[in-house]
Nanobody, 124 residues
Framework: QVQLVESGGGLVQAGGSLRLSCAAS????????MGWYRQAPGKQRDLVAT???????NYAGSVEGRFTISRDNAKNTVYLQMNSLKPEDTAVYYC??????????????????WGQGTQVTVSS
């Protein structure tokens, strides 16, 4: 089994900062890309940022220059540093991982896994 557990969400005033963390655990063989997505009430889930195992990053235009994604490969953890937060950043933030997990009888299987989500609320 594989689990992704997010932490670090909360309530912050506009202009403030938050740092989200997401730790992957379980029978993990390797992790390719990791990412953050968000979903506001009544809207679809949108990409925020992704990072490959080699450190290549990609950002949504609405967060570029304000958010920074990073990862610690040794800890199977991805972070999202969010600065200059705006009310429109309010959403549930989900992390995901594209990874290979170990199978009980040997070998690996690939899959995409999601965390349970963490609420970020930015007040004006």
């Amino acid at each position: 089994q594989v689990q992704l557990v997010e932490s670090g969400g909360g309530l912050v005033q506009a202009g403030g900062s938050l740092r989200l963390s997401c730790a992957a655990s379980g029978s993990i063989f390797s992790i390719n890309a990791m990412g953050w997505y968000r979903q506001a009430p009544g809207k679809q889930r949108d990409l925020v940022a992704t990072i490959t195992s080699g450190g290549y990053t990609n950002y949504a235009g609405s967060v570029e220059g304000r958010f920074t994604i990073s990862r610690d490969n040794a800890k199977n953890t991805v972070y999202l540093q969010m600065n200059s937060l705006k009310p429109e950043d309010t959403a549930v933030y989900y992390c995901n991982a594209d990874l290979h997990r170990r199978l009980l009888l040997g070998g690996t299987a690939s899959g995409i896994y999601w965390g349970q989500g963490t609420q970020v609320t930015v007040s004006s």
